[in-house]
Structures are given as C-alpha cells and as structure tokens.
C-alpha cells in the first residue's frame, strides 16, 4: 500500500478512513393527525471523510511541524471552489475542504523523542486525526 496524499502533502503510515460506511439519505417521520405516518427523504451533499492514525507501533503518521502547520493552513483555505484533492492508500481520489467542526479539521500532537524532552522541542508530530467534507 501506499502512503495518503493531500493537496500537495504526502502523509506516510496507515491513516484509517472511520466514517467511510455513511448514507447520504436523511429522513424524518412524524404522524398525521389521522395517525398516518408522514415520511420526507432527502439525500444530502458533503460526505465527511475522517482518517485517524494510532500514537504508538509502527504505522504512525509522522510529519515535521511545519507539514502540519502548512497543511492546516492549507485546510483553512480549501473552499469548495478551490478544494485539495484527497488520494487514499487504496489508490480512490476526490476533492476535499477541511471540516471545522469537531475539534477542526486536522489534529496532530508532538513526537517526543527522549533528547527533545530535554530540549522542550519535538520536530516531528503525529497527525492523529483529519476531518474533511468531500465536495
């Protein structure tokens, strides 16, 4: 398998799509007055696409802070008319925008390295989470 990519960004380890199983169809019931149940469907746009990565083993996806901070920029700026093209491991593509709900759309926490806790400093982070909105 190969590693993720987004917009101009490859990210390496296993990144697990958790939301991938969704429906697009929305729907609500209510009764009549009669008693009769009264339906409405819908099916709704923006599908959420949320990767995460484990802290720990060997499959980490593990980046320098400024790919995190360049790619959060990045997800910041995607709009659905200027959308970032997502490439998963599988090999499937689509054009995402970052999803700011639910913590925003990406979330990463520092690697520490036994010397860089000495330091106060990590270079590299673990991304450990991406919420995104196909559009």
């Known amino acids: 398998m190969s590693d993720t990519v987004l917009g101009p960004y490859v990210l390496p380890g ?5 939301d991938e199983i969704w429906s697009p169809v929305v729907a609500t019931e209510t009764l009549s007055l009669t008693g009769a149940p009264l339906i409405q469907r819908s099916t709704r746009s923006g599908r959420p696409i949320t990767l995460t990565g484990q802290y720990g083993g060997e499959d980490l996806c593990l980046v320098p802070r400024a790919t995190v901070l360049a790619l959060a920029a990045a997800l910041d700026a995607a709009t659905p008319e200027t959308p970032l093209r997502l490439r998963l491991r599988d090999g499937r593509e689509c054009w995402v925008i970052g999803r700011h709900i639910d913590g925003g759309p990406i979330e990463a926490e520092p690697w520490w390295y036994a010397e860089l806790v000495q330091r106060g ?4 982070y673990v991304i450990t989470a991406l919420r995104l909105t196909e559009v």
């Open 14 to 18: 296993v990144l697990h799509w958790i």
């Open 121 to 124: 400093d990590a270079a590299d």
